[in-house]
């Protein structure tokens, strides 16, 4: 059982170019979610999905699209890369505990320059 | 975009000691996580509370979700260098379950 994992774990790109982020959860979540985490900002969440073939935006999803064509799967796309995009990003998954709550499990994350 | 408000910034501690953190919020929460997160990491779940007033701990941390439901704290008991981290604290708000995070406590632990 590997939870959450993330590719690639580091990448450069020039500014302008694409590139896709793989997130994968092998615990049967129905919820995922992608973060960016910046220098004393905190996590701000990019784009979730509340299951396979549904997403949503969240606090900061200009610049970003996602697909979940699988379950067990979160993609992030980068279609035109800025330096602003610069940042760590994580990937989480939760499922919700009727009558308790949620937790959300995160991946190791992938770091992102911009150049 | 809303942030919990997380206290202290930052910590410098003797090993041994205590350290206590803490997170408000002007929005009432029906979950408060608190997660820690190494260098290079992604966050790991330390401690979860789903009920106001609820008191929880995880070996030597120990993690209260306020009776108002708009603050939680944590606390670490005779910290020892592997403590060292960021500490984040999140709260989950009702209808779909979105984390809303704190800025974070950075500890440091002295030998």
């Known amino acids: 059982n590997a939870g959450v994992t993330q590719t690639p774990k580091f990448r450069v790109l020039k500014t302008g170019q694409s590139m896709t982020l793989l997130c994968a959860q092998d615990m049967n979540h129905e919820y995922m979610y992608w973060y960016r985490q910046d220098p004393g900002m905190g996590l701000r969440l990019i784009h979730y999905?509340?299951?396979?073939?549904?997403?949503a935006k969240g606090e900061v999803p200009d610049g970003y699209n996602v697909s979940r064509l699988k379950k067990q799967n979160f993609l992030l796309g980068l279609e035109s890369a800025a330096p602003s995009q610069t940042s760590v990003y994580f990937c989480a998954s939760s499922t919700p505990l009727a009558g308790v709550g949620e937790t959300q499990y995160f991946g190791p994350g992938t770091r992102l320059l911009v150049l | 975009g809303q942030q919990l408000n997380q206290s202290p910034q930052s910590m410098f501690i003797q090993e041994g000691e205590d350290v206590s953190m803490n997170c408000t919020s002007s929005s009432i929460f029906n979950t408060w996580l608190w997660y820690k997160q190494d260098p290079g990491e992604g966050p790991v779940l330390l401690i979860a509370l789903y009920k106001a007033g609820e008191l929880t701990s995880n070996g030597r941390l120990t993690a209260q979700f306020g009776i108002t439901r708009k603050d939680s704290f944590l606390n670490i008991s005779a910290s020892i260098p592997s403590d060292v981290g960021i500490y984040f604290c999140a709260g989950l708000g009702t209808g779909f379950q979105k984390l809303v995070f704190g800025t974070g406590t950075r500890l440091l632990v002295s030998p």
């Open positions: 999905s509340v299951g396979e073939g549904t997403t």
